[in-house]
């Protein structure tokens, strides 16, 4: 599984949306919180006009963990969505989404577990210029942003 993490710890650019079918924001003095199911991160390569799509989904192990699922994609599937040819834009979404003005991913961390020789990806964190946004795996999908990094998200895979 580790192999799939390859695209996700190298990832730079600018995180422009997070989309979802339905999503729940919730603000609190230190953080603001996104609930949703299979989430949609769209970012944009650093001086490009190419946009990839990061699916984000989970499952749950037979010993009950919860751990997610990364999936890089050219299309926002399964969200709906039509495509577009404008100049820097390839798809109009129907969907709730987030945005983030401040949004150039400086480094991606991953965080879960080892079991049976297997590592698990339970979290990742994306370290922003002034903030953390951290996406943790379970039947609802929990996305923080933050100015101070997480901890207790397990032990650090990548």
Avoid at 34 to 47: G, T
Avoid at 59 to 75: A, F, P, S, Y
Avoid at 129 to 138: M, V
Wanted: hydrophobic share 40%.
């Amino acid at each position: 599984m580790k192999k799939d993490w390859t695209s996700f710890k190298s990832i730079e650019g600018s995180l422009l949306w997070i989309y979802a079918n339905q999503l729940g924001v919730y603000q609190s003095i230190e953080d603001i919180s996104l609930i949703c199911m299979e989430p949609i991160l769209k970012i944009r390569r650093p001086d490009s006009s190419e946009t990839i799509y990061w699916r984000i989904n989970w499952k749950e192990t037979d010993l009950g963990d919860d751990i997610l699922l990364l999936k890089e994609q050219d299309t926002p599937e399964p969200l709906d969505y039509e495509s577009v040819d404008w100049l820097e834009e390839k798809h109009t979404i129907m969907s709730s989404s987030f945005f983030l003005e401040q949004n150039n991913i400086k480094r991606v961390s991953g965080y879960g577990f080892k079991e049976n020789g297997s590592e698990f990806l339970s979290a990742i964190i994306l370290e922003m210029d002034d903030r953390f946004i951290s996406i943790e795996a379970g039947p609802v999908i929990t996305i923080k942003v933050t100015t101070t990094l997480l901890s207790d998200l397990g032990d650090l895979l990548f």
